[in-house]
Each structure stands twice: as structure tokens, then as C-alpha cells.
């Protein structure tokens, strides 16, 4: 059975950090490009990080590149989000999610959750004091 399962949500304080993981089963990430994605109430699922499955390469929505940190486990079919100086405004639900049409690659495209087809059921993380 295929799965992503997302984990390490959790309260934090504002200038804080979390490391969520993606982990796969059913399937090899390392396939596969990898987003992480986040929706907050009210609000469109917005893409913050992809990557690759060829050479690990990696993408950034602007917002985040200095704080959040996307690697790959590929021993452990893991995929993480490092995420670092926490702001109130980092609330919301993450999830990540898979391209099985391996037609992804890291870049503005990788930040369109139209472009994936498989997700997980997502983590919250609430940044508040």
C-alpha cells in the first residue's frame, strides 16, 4: 500500500524549531521529487520546497529559503523539512507529497500543488506563545 505519512507537528514558541518527516511506504522516494507544502485556515495550500530524486538539488518559495531546510534519508524513505526562527505566521497544516510521473523537478514548477498526485495526510504545527 502506498503511503506518505507526515510527522514531528507539534506547538512551538515563535523563534523556535521543528523537523517534520515525510515518510514513505509502498514506494522508493528517491524515485520521486518531494514537496512540502503547508495550508493555513482560510488559505490555499502554498508550495515552500521541493527535492529531486536525481542529484538531491532543492527549491525554495522566497519565504522560507533562509529558515527551512529540505534534505532526503534515502535509507530510512524518509524526506525532512528542517524548519528554523518559527514566526506565528508559519501556522498551519504541512504536508508533503509525491510526483509519480516523475515529470517534476526543482524550480517554480515544484511549488504548484497541481503538480502532484499522491499526498500525505499532513502534520500541524501551531507557533505561538
Known amino acids: 500500500q502506498v503511503q506518505l505519512v507526515e510527522s514531528g507537528g507539534d506547538l512551538v514558541q515563535p523563534g523556535g524549531s521543528l523537523r517534520l518527516s515525510c515518510a514513505a511506504s509502498?514506494?522508493?522516494?528517491?524515485?520521486?521529487?518531494i514537496g512540502w507544502f503547508r495550508q493555513a485556515p482560510g488559505k490555499e495550500r502554498e508550495g515552500l520546497s521541493c527535492?529531486?530524486?536525481?542529484?538531491?538539488?532543492?527549491y525554495y518559495v522566497d519565504s522560507v529559503k533562509d529558515r527551512f531546510t529540505i534534505s532526503r534519508d534515502d535509507a530510512k524513505n524518509t524526506v525532512y523539512l528542517q524548519m528554523n526562527s518559527l514566526k506565528p505566521g508559519d501556522t498551519a497544516v504541512y504536508y508533503c507529497?509525491?510526483?509519480?510521473?516523475?515529470?517534476?523537478?526543482?524550480?517554480?514548477?515544484?511549488?504548484?500543488?497541481?503538480?502532484?498526485?499522491?499526498w500525505g495526510q499532513g502534520t500541524r504545527v501551531t507557533v505561538s506563545s
Open positions: 507529497a509525491t510526483d509519480f510521473s516523475g515529470t517534476v523537478v526543482p524550480g517554480s514548477q515544484c511549488l504548484s500543488r497541481y503538480e502532484y498526485d499522491y
Open positions: 509502498g514506494f522508493t522516494l528517491d524515485y520521486y521529487t
Open positions: 527535492i529531486s530524486s536525481s542529484d538531491g538539488s532543492t
